[in-house]
């Protein structure tokens, strides 16, 4: 099994700043990206920002200039860096990772999600 944990979501004003995190273990071959997803009430989930092996990025252009996504490839860990903060932010934050089992699965793992508001 595979575990991934998010942290770091809460309650800012607007223009304010947050710094998610997300740590995955457990039964891990190797882990080729993380990305952060994030779901507003009544709405899909949506991709924010994620991040290959190799150091690729992709962003959704919403965040774009305001988040910055980065690894810790050792510690199998994702961050979010989320600065000027809007309200149309809200939302929960999931933490995903993408890889492979040290069965030879494919690994598509989600975290639990945490929620970020950001008020007016």
């Known amino acids: 099994q595979v575990q991934l944990v998010e942290s770091g979501g809460g309650l800012v004003q607007a223009g304010g700043s947050l710094r998610l995190s997300c740590v995955a273990s457990g039964s891990i071959s190797s882990i080729d990206a993380m990305g952060w997803y994030r779901q507003a009430p009544g709405k899909q989930r949506d991709l924010v920002a994620r991040m290959t092996n190799g150091g690729d990025t992709n962003y959704a252009d919403s965040v774009k200039g305001r988040f910055t996504i980065s690894r810790d490839n050792a510690k199998n860990t994702v961050y979010l860096q989320m600065n000027s903060l809007k309200p149309e932010d809200t939302a929960v934050y999931y933490c995903?990772?993408?890889?492979?089992?040290?069965?030879?699965?494919?690994?598509?793992?989600w975290g639990q999600g945490t929620l970020v508001t950001v008020s007016s």
């Open positions: 995903n990772a993408e890889g492979w089992g040290t069965r030879g699965y494919a690994l598509d793992a």
